[in-house]
């Protein structure tokens, strides 16, 4: 049964990444431009997201930070940061609780929107999302993104994850890579990623761009 589920969730992915779908809901992008998307969950971090815009401005990378409602209250200034430097921001619920999509989406967009923010990226907490939300998400003009590659970065730092750190050389154009901009192995890991993209000859996009849709994000 296993190997059945999976091998239907490889059909699923594989259809939304070449087709229209892509913009319902995708894990990666079929293409031949040498593009991928860098993409950071649960900040603003008052330490870790400065320190990732450093990197990523040292290299002239844009990337999208999915945010989370409650910090972007509490760091404004950072998410202020995000934008004017160039990236992109993503709806990553409000305090990161699992299986309430519709609940976290409309809660993160308010906090967005006080900030003069709207976006119709999404990315569940936790990647849990159910068949009804999912719905409700396309209804409502949102993009759910999932990812191709996790670094694992905070389970590596929490000591939740044993195996090996995911091997970088191995991104691939269409590739959306997951990271947390609020732990050390992020920050020693960012450089390496981006160091291997450039020899491949990959360039770090927004998710919009290599969706293929309108600019996402945008002031009141």
């Not at 991928?36 to 999208?64: C, K, N, S, Y």
């Not at 921001?89 to 993160?108: D, E, F, I, K, P």
């Amino acid at each position: 049964m296993g190997a059945i589920r999976a091998t239907i969730a490889r059909g699923v992915k594989g259809v939304c990444a070449r087709t229209r779908l892509k913009k319902i809901i995708c894990w990666r992008v079929s293409t031949g431009v040498p593009h991928v998307a860098l993409t950071f969950d649960d900040g603003p971090d008052e330490t870790g997201t400065p320190a990732v815009l450093d990197i990523l401005a040292a290299h002239r990378a844009p990337a999208t930070f999915f945010l989370q409602g409650n910090h972007v209250e509490n760091h404004s200034a950072i998410v202020r940061r995000i934008v004017g430097a160039g990236h992109e921001v993503g709806n990553h619920g409000y305090n990161h609780a699992r299986g309430q999509s519709v609940t976290q989406a409309a809660r993160c967009d308010a906090a967005l929107e006080r900030q003069g923010l709207r976006t119709r990226l999404f990315r569940p907490p936790g990647g849990v999302l159910g068949v009804a939300d999912l719905l409700w998400l396309g209804r409502s003009g949102y993009t759910t993104v999932m990812w191709s590659l996790d670094a694992v970065d905070s389970m590596r730092e929490e000591g939740k994850w044993r195996g090996d750190a995911p091997d970088y050389s191995s991104v691939v154009a269409g590739d959306i890579v997951l990271m947390h901009d609020d732990n050390a192995a992020c920050l020693r890991d960012l450089p390496v990623l981006l160091e291997s993209l450039k020899r491949k000859g990959l360039q770090p996009v927004t998710l919009s761009r290599l969706i293929g849709l309108r600019g996402q994000m945008s002031p009141e």
